[in-house]
């Protein structure tokens, strides 16, 4: 489907905070709903957040609730990760994915999404 690109990744202390970009290639962007996973070496790819195509709606796995918030810019075909007091735990590939759809939907899991970016490394370090 849609191109996604990956922004932001790098070192970040733990505590501080780090804001990941994803750009998508397409002018209809506002049609797809969209999401964060990561991955760690030898773990499974794992769901982090997701936001419906309008922004109204959003989902966060338990682990990240209170210090990441994903949101949107559909002007500017972006979505955002936004990663409040990150530690050791969240150093992963951050993966941007999409799914489009005619509704208002909001995935929550891994399976959900049909089209993923190159993904971004995220360390995190004291």
């Excluded at 002018?27 to 999401?35: D, E, H, K, W």
């Excluded at 208002?104 to 971004?120: I, K, L, N």
Aim: glycine share 10%.
């Amino acid at each position: 489907q849609v191109q996604l690109v990956e922004s932001g990744g790098g070192l970040v202390q733990a505590g501080g905070s780090l804001r990941l970009s994803c750009t998508a290639s397409e002018r209809t962007f506002s049609i797809y709903a969209m999401g964060w996973c990561r991955q760690a070496p030898g773990k499974e790819r794992e769901f982090v957040a997701a936001i419906s195509r309008t922004g109204r709606s959003t989902y966060y796995t338990d682990s990240v609730k209170g210090r990441f918030t994903i949101s949107r810019d559909n002007a500017k075909n972006t979505l955002y990760l936004q990663m409040n007091s990150p530690n050791a735990e969240d150093t992963a590939v951050y993966y941007c994915a999409a799914r489009g759809g005619d509704y208002e939907y909001t995935p929550d899991d891994v399976a959900d999404f049909r089209s993923w970016g190159q993904g971004t490394r995220v360390t995190v370090s004291s």
